[in-house]
């Protein structure tokens, strides 16, 4: 098997999974402004294997330090982070100049997926689930705003970038945070510049869209916002431009829940506006405290859904991707099963490539519908057969 930096690239749904360290890529799910995101698994000893994912920064970025800095920067602080409600991180590693953050696998979907998935199918998302999902992210908004670092020093942690793309419910009815990537602690390497704005500008709060310094509070706000869109189903700040929608944030209206559906209770209400308010100090003070509101909400329905509850809802609901997702991985295994076999019989082949070479390679597999390896190999054959 010839490996290297080049074979990291190629369209992984083709391959089957292609070695990254200690690591098989299986699948890419995503690509971001700054990183990758792969479906991974890792082996070890005596047929030892964890799926995981792979966040593993962009190729072109990987040489320039702020990116780098910042990358690394996410690690550290996410590794600090073990919580149930949190997606927990398993290794910051480099292979040769990619590097990488390992973090746990979760087999769900994120509410950016799931609250339209009920849409089109025509089923009304319940509220205590909405209520039930937002009380686990305020325990984990929580645990992360109050960690310490290993001397009892408050890291004073802020999210920031609490959307229904980073709230993921996994099948078996447990709700994770993910991406702390633009989190912020004081006293962190690379801090961000006086007036700079990260995040989804829709779910910002007033102070992050001025720019000014943060706290816990913002991400209740964030909160509040994404609870909002659950239960009504409208986008709470919009605008034709990013300055309208910020002016929207920090300057608009905001319109109780019941406005858009008048079957919500004044009670549920309530707890969301408080969220909401503009001014942090009339605010929640803690997560915590929001969620002491929620879990009282939940307590007084008639119906108080457990995490089991929540699993047989989702699979109902992505009842026709689950046997997709599952046959994809299935064969994913057999692939690797059988590439394990091939280079028992045979001997490894390590190859460095430059980076011209690479993309000639790659664009000459590419036209000819072949992976990298595959290439390498009929180039290799050729050459012993005529030279």
């Not at 699948?27 to 994912?53: H, N, P, S, Y």
């Not at 039930?132 to 310490?148: F, M, N, P, Q, T």
């Not at 913002?218 to 009504?232: C, H, K, N, P, R």
């Not at 007084?300 to 026709?320: C, G, I, V, W």
Request: aromatic share 8%; proline share 4%; net charge neutral.
């Amino acid at each position: 098997m010839i490996t290297s930096r080049a074979l990291t690239q190629p369209l992984l749904q083709r391959t089957g999974g292609l070695r990254f360290g200690k690591y098989v890529l299986l699948d890419r799910l995503a690509v971001g402004g700054m990183a990758e995101i792969f479906l991974a698994r890792q082996e070890g000893l005596e047929g030892f294997e964890k799926t995981v994912v792979i966040k593993r920064i962009r190729p072109h970025l990987s040489k320039q330090k702020s990116f780098v800095q910042m990358f690394l920067d996410e690690a550290r602080l996410a590794a600090q982070l073990n919580h149930p409600n949190i997606v927990q991180i398993h290794e910051l590693g480099q292979v040769d100049d990619s590097y990488f953050i390992a973090m746990e696998y979760v087999f769900g979907r994120d509410m950016a997926r799931i609250i339209p998935k009920a849409e089109r199918m025509g089923i009304g998302f319940p509220l205590v689930y909405a209520l039930k999902i937002a009380s686990s992210v305020c325990e984990g908004l929580h645990y992360a705003h109050e960690r310490s670092d290993a001397w009892g020093n408050p890291l004073h942690i802020v999210h920031r970038d609490v959307t229904p793309e980073n709230v993921f419910v996994s099948f078996d009815g447990t709700v994770k945070i993910l991406d702390f990537g633009i989190a912020k602690a004081r006293g962190q390497t690379g801090e961000t510049t006086a007036g700079e704005i990260k995040g989804k500008l829709s779910y910002m709060s007033p102070e992050q869209a001025l720019g000014m310094p943060l706290d816990c509070r913002s991400d209740i706000f964030s909160l509040g916002v994404v609870l909002y869109e659950w239960l009504t189903g409208f986008r709470l700040f919009t605008g034709d431009s990013e300055v309208a929608v910020l002016r929207s944030v920090s300057e608009g209206k905001i319109y109780g829940p019941s406005y858009f559906k008048p079957d919500i209770p004044p009670a549920v209400e309530a707890v969301v506006m408080r969220a909401l308010e503009k001014d942090r100090d009339r605010r929640y003070p803690s997560a915590q405290e929001m969620q002491r509101d929620l879990d009282h909400l939940l307590g007084e329905s008639e119906f108080r859904p457990s995490s089991m509850h929540l699993a047989n809802f989702l699979k109902q609901l992505f009842s026709d991707e689950l046997e997709a997702e599952r046959a994809r991985l299935t064969r994913a295994s057999e692939t690797l099963s059988g590439e394990a076999g091939a280079a028992r019989r045979g001997r490894a082949l390590r190859l460095h490539l430059d980076e011209a070479d690479r993309r000639a390679l790659e664009a000459v597999a590419e036209r000819n519908g072949l992976t990298l390896e595959e290439l390498a190999r009929d180039v290799l054959s050729g050459w012993l057969k005529y030279r």
